[in-house]
């Protein structure tokens, strides 16, 4: 079945270590975003790729870095420049960015705790 | 600054009535809305959308208004049932002020908690 998979469901991390949450997707999708939910608050969104090898900052982009070197992963490295890094992380990803066409398919998350 | 607000943190409903989620936006340059669900630890799926040309979109038991207006968007459910139990997203994309598109770099609401009761 198409879809997106995210790895691992649930990270445990110490303070001061990067670490690197996956995803894949095989719906042949040109666009991936990661967004980013904290309790009480909407998703916010993190960095966001067009295509292959281009990715841009989103609202929240501090702390984070991404690649893009093929079409269907997107991993997303949190650093240890986070300040917050605990929090529920969602990737999705979109047919292309244009009008019309913002309906994303979300991955089912990776919550990462830092004890 | 929130351009995408849901002010009700949670609705409860009986099942079988309407269950109404509200939506304000600020920003004049959305022109697509989406609604979202989410069930605890997991991704949101899509429920419904409309554009800006329109002022309600109707899916089975899903009903979306726009007031662009009022900058005001609703999801309508009728009848509710149970399984509508879950938060739900308000999200809205368009231009960008630079001139550019932000279709799928989507503003979300905060989220209202739908519970209905048996």
């Known amino acids: 079945d198409g879809g997106i998979t995210q790895s691992p469901k649930y990270l445990f991390r110490k303070e001061g270590q990067n670490v690197t949450l996956s995803c894949e997707q095989n719906?042949?999708?040109?666009?991936m975003y990661w967004y980013r939910q904290d309790p009480g608050q909407g998703l916010r969104l993190i960095y966001y790729?067009?295509?292959?090898?281009?990715?841009q900052k989103g609202d929240i982009a501090e702390g984070y870095s991404v690649s893009r070197e093929k079409k269907e992963s997107f991993p997303l490295t949190v650093t240890s420049a986070q300040k917050n890094p605990t929090a529920f992380y969602l990737c999705?990803?979109?047919?292309?960015?244009?009008?019309?066409?913002?309906?994303?398919?979300f991955g089912e998350g990776s919550r990462l705790t830092v004890l | 600054d929130q351009q995408v607000k849901q002010n009700s943190p949670s609705l409860s409903v009986q099942e079988g009535r309407i269950s109404i989620l509200n939506c304000d936006y600020t920003?004049?340059?959305?022109?697509?809305f989406l609604w979202y669900k989410k069930y605890p630890a997991e991704g949101p799926t899509f429920l419904i959308s409309?554009?800006?040309?329109?002022d309600k979109n109707e899916d089975g038991r899903f009903t979306v208004f726009l007031n662009k207006s009022a900058k005001h968007l609703s999801l309508h459910i009728v009848p509710s049932q149970p399984g509508d139990s879950a938060v739900y997203f308000c999200?809205?994309?368009?231009?960008?002020?630079?001139?550019?598109?932000?279709?799928?770099?989507?503003?979300f609401g905060q989220g209202t908690i739908l519970t209905v009761h048996p």
């Open positions: 719906l042949n999708h040109d666009a």
């Open positions: 920003n004049s340059m959305f022109d697509y």
């Open positions: 790729s067009q295509i292959v090898n281009d990715f």
């Open positions: 409309i554009s800006s040309i329109k």
């Open positions: 999705a990803s979109s047919k292309m960015l244009g009008r019309g066409t913002g309906e994303l398919f």
């Open positions: 999200a809205a994309s368009g231009l960008t002020n630079a001139g550019g598109t932000s279709y799928g770099k989507l503003t």
